[in-house]
């Protein structure tokens, strides 16, 4: 999808709690998902899906799924730029050493941690349980024994939160490699170093996973950080394993619950050793260890 052009915004009823199940069909079935939280605590998705859009898809997509689809509308966007201008705006998000914060904030938060300024066009995940999860293993991470300078891949970087703490908490002591197969993700990360003041720690490029002559070109890495999906985990599992130094670690997110053993074990049976689980309401992270 060219995320550039027109497109189709769906958005649906606000839920006291949105399924796990229907939460994994959007990520899946739309180009890009957004959650907003309203007033009152509940929780409205926000699908975006190009120009070909066909809603009674949707709904065959939905009963194959077999979920229900909370009410919604459609709405079509003509738009040089329409992932630009539907900015999600969340409060300050504080976890372990960091605190990210919207560009729409006035007043710049100054409580002692690390501050991330993100750009969060369709949210990419700012306040998701996963992306939480993922800071807190950066910071456990760091406080392991690991390399004095630290090369790092972000695979599925969004809007390279993760990229931007690693290069925050490391600065002159890292190298960060941060890919997404999506073209706007890649141009919001990059545009997120340059409001960070730390894009000359960070290079920033599109891939399919690991098959981009970048990835390729600084591998292997210290820390793989992958906050994608479970399938995706799992598909390209060889390829972490093979691109993961001897006494390396992954950080994986994306997976919830029920997906957790399928995760791991696909991960464990390769020769990577599980440090810690992460869990946060029915989303699971986990730390691994490329044992030497």
């Not at 909370?70 to 976890?95: D, G, M, Q, Y």
């Not at 369709?122 to 024994?145: R, V, W």
């Not at 340059?194 to 002559?213: R, T």
């Not at 972490?240 to 390396?248: M, R």
């Amino acid at each position: 999808m060219t995320q550039s052009g027109s497109c189709w915004l769906i958005k649906f009823k606000p839920q006291e709690n949105i399924n796990n199940i229907t939460s994994e069909f959007f990520d899946e079935y739309f180009d890009v998902v957004a959650v907003n939280y309203t007033d009152d605590g509940l929780e409205e998705y926000v699908g975006y899906k190009d120009s070909h859009f066909d809603k009674n898809d949707l709904e065959q997509a939905a009963k194959q799924f077999n979920i229900t689809l909370p009410p919604h509308t459609t709405e079509f966007l003509e738009s040089r730029n329409w992932l630009k201008e539907n900015i999600i705006k969340f409060a300050p998000v504080n976890v372990a050493e960091f605190t990210i914060y919207g560009i729409h904030e006035k007043n710049i938060p100054d409580d002692g941690r690390l501050n991330l300024r993100i750009y969060a066009a369709t949210a990419f995940g700012s306040e998701h349980q996963t992306t939480k999860s993922c800071l807190q293993a950066i910071s456990d991470y760091n406080k392991l024994p690991h390399p004095q300078k630290i090369n790092i891949l972000d695979v599925g970087t969004g809007s390279g939160i993760l990229s931007l703490a690693a290069a925050k908490l490391w600065q002159n002591n890292c190298q960060i490699t941060a890919v997404d197969i999506d073209e706007e993700a890649v141009s919001v990360t990059r545009q997120n170093t340059i409001d960070n003041h730390l894009q000359q720690y960070i290079s920033v490029a599109v891939s399919d996973g690991y098959q981009s002559d970048l990835v390729k070109s600084n591998t292997p890495y210290d820390l793989i950080l992958a906050n994608i999906l479970a399938r995706p985990l799992i598909s390209m599992a060889p390829d972490l394993y093979q691109n993961l130094k001897q006494g390396g670690y992954c950080i994986l997110s994306g997976f919830v619950e029920d997906q957790e053993e399928w995760v791991i074990s696909e991960h464990t049976k390769l020769g990577l050793k599980l440090k810690q689980i992460y869990k946060l309401d029915n989303w699971r992270a986990a730390l691994l260890e490329k044992a030497e």
